[in-house]
């Protein structure tokens, strides 16, 4: 007699949730939210994941399990916890995930963002530690950050004292995002894709449409990126991104070659990719690891800078006594005769301390970018196994009320009070990681947000709308791996130095 199928089948059954079980259990893993089959706690998550996981962990404590679909997150909130997963166990914990887009985008990690931890990875940072991000090059290429933080200052200036704005408010970002745009463009590529008169040229709005379009694809967050056995139910449109990595390599090999063809007749700029191309035999660089890193730096160093200048505003429009304490700081160092320059920083602590202090409350990217464990590791006595994803909310960390008195406070003066790294020595503030992968591009970050901001405030006095209170100024972020403001900001800006000071210090780099 033939066996029937139903005992065969539930036998079956019962060895696969078997063997799921025991691959749930045999670890000890960090407590967390009950997941779902199949979905894990995806369909719980809040869109504005940072503060539901430190909501999350409110009730499961600073280390805890989330799962994405069928893939373990770890996330973890404390301090103490942070210093296990950058410092003790970093070489375990320096890998990335790569989303499906992720992938295609950085021709599975060739670049350095995506890039796994190993030779490759040891090869590319040296030549962002050494090469690009030295102090060196970053002093050759303060002419071009100050060059387009005055352009700044001088586009305010012609919009608030138009007849018709004088008084008014304007959207702070829109005056933000050109100094990020153009300053990148031309650290990376050697280009102002814009006019003076703010006219974008054919390859500027070339280049916009493909960061726009990287966007879109990169924002795509499906069940299938978590539950490898779903994929073939939502296929990816491969064609769409090989369209749009060869619309993105070829407006990068046109510009390779200008450079190339410029540097033969009058010497190498300092700009990236004439770094890059000079140094491709030495470091062995191959063509997609020098485009992927220069696109790197677009995506990691754009909108990180602009998020930061913009949430430090609406603390100052906030807190006016702040305000008016950088300002008097500005006059007494700098006066009403002259422009501040990156030279003065040094001279202007408390300007710094209002960086940190910014940066303490709004992180630009509140979960860093995720880690991947390459081995099995304990972390909080927990065992995190190999191939799971570490995130550390930076964000939760630097509100902790038991490491920061008054922790919600906007108050600079606690960087003064004590000298607190904010590059990934001191485990309570986190903004830049710490670590392995810690930001490359942290100091230069630094120095631009603190000259937007120093400009901002010495060229102008800053209000809020009239009959809008401190207290209706809307605090909440976007979703998405960084937090832009919900609502941009809007502010009036009055001038407060002479009108021969408000003029763009153009040089030509
Ligand atoms: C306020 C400005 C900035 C902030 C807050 C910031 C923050 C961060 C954070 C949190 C990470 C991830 C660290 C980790 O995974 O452990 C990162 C990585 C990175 N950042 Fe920044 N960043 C800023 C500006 C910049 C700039 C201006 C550049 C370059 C022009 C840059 C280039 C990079 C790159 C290439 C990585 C990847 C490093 C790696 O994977 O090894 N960043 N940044």
Redesign the pocket.
């Known amino acids: 007699m033939d066996p029937s199928p139903l005992p065969i089948a539930l036998a079956a059954l019962a060895v696969v949730i078997s063997v799921l079980l025991y691959l749930r259990f045999r670890h000890r893993l960090p407590p967390g939210p009950r997941p779902w089959p199949v979905v894990g706690n995806l369909y719980d998550i809040k869109p504005v994941r940072f503060r539901c996981f430190a909501e999350w962990a409110q009730t499961y404590g600073p280390i805890m399990s989330v799962w994405f679909g069928t893939t373990l997150n770890v996330v973890v909130s404390s301090s103490e916890l942070a210093k296990e997963v950058?410092k003790e166990h970093d070489p375990q914990l320096a890998d990335?995930p790569r989303s499906r887009s992720a992938a295609r985008f950085s021709r599975d990690g060739k670049d350095?963002?995506w890039?796994d931890y190993g030779p490759h990875?040891v090869k590319v940072?040296k030549v962002?530690n050494l090469e690009l991000f030295s102090p060196r090059r970053l002093e050759a290429l303060r002419p071009v950050r100050e060059d387009e933080v005055t352009a700044m200052v001088e586009s305010i200036f012609r919009d608030c004292t138009r007849i018709d704005k004088v008084g008014k408010s304007s959207v702070v970002r829109d005056h933000l995002a050109p100094v990020a745009f153009n300053n990148?463009t031309r650290?990376?590529f050697g280009k102002r894709f814009v006019s003076s008169e703010g006219l974008t040229d054919e390859q500027g709005k070339e280049f916009k449409a493909i960061v726009a379009n990287g966007l879109k694809f990169g924002a795509s967050l499906s069940l299938a990126e978590f539950v490898w056995w779903l994929r073939w139910m939502f296929p990816i449109d491969e064609d769409a991104y090989s369209k749009h990595n060869a619309r993105r390599d070829r407006l990068t090999k046109i510009i390779m070659e200008e450079h190339t063809r410029a540097r033969n007749k009058s010497g190498a700029k300092q700009h990236f990719v004439d770094a890059l191309l000079t140094l491709k035999d030495q470091y062995d660089l191959s063509e997609d690891t020098i485009i992927g890193l220069l696109w790197?730096?677009i995506t990691?160093?754009m909108d990180?800078?602009v998020i930061?200048v913009e949430w430090a505003m609406a603390e100052l429009v906030r807190n006016p006594k702040v305000q008016e304490k950088v300002q008097e700081e500005l006059d007494r160092v700098i006066g009403y005769e002259r422009i501040m320059s990156e030279a003065d920083f040094q001279n202007l602590p408390y300007l710094q301390c209002v960086v940190k202090e910014s940066?303490r409350l709004h992180?630009?990217?509140p979960l860093?970018?995720p880690?991947k464990a390459t081995a099995n590791v304990k972390i909080g006595g927990y065992d995190i196994p190999k191939g799971s994803n570490v995130h550390?909310n930076?964000w939760a960390i630097a509100r902790d009320p038991q490491i920061w008195k008054n922790p919600l406070e906007y108050r600079p003066e606690r960087f003064a009070e004590e000298n607190i790294d904010i590059k990934g020595n001191d485990f309570r503030v986190?903004?830049?990681?710490?670590?392995?992968?810690?930001?490359?591009?942290?100091q230069?970050?630094?120095n631009?947000?603190a000259s937007m901001l120093g400009h901002l405030l010495h060229h102008f006095k800053w209000t809020l709308p009239d009959g809008v209170k401190p207290e209706d100024v809307d605090m909440s972020e976007n979703p998405g791996m960084v937090t832009f403001m919900h609502t941009p900001l809007q502010a009036i800006a009055t001038p407060r130095l002479p009108t021969h000071l408000y003029k763009r210090v153009p040089v030509d780099m």
Do not use: S
């Not at 986190?430 to 942290?442: D, E, K, S």
């Open positions: 950058l990335r350095l963002i890039a990875y940072r962002c990148i650290l990376a790197d730096m990691a160093g990180t800078t930061t940066l992180p630009p990217t860093m970018l880690h550390v930076v986190l903004p830049f990681g710490a670590g392995r992968r810690v930001c490359p591009g942290a230069l970050g630094i631009l947000v």
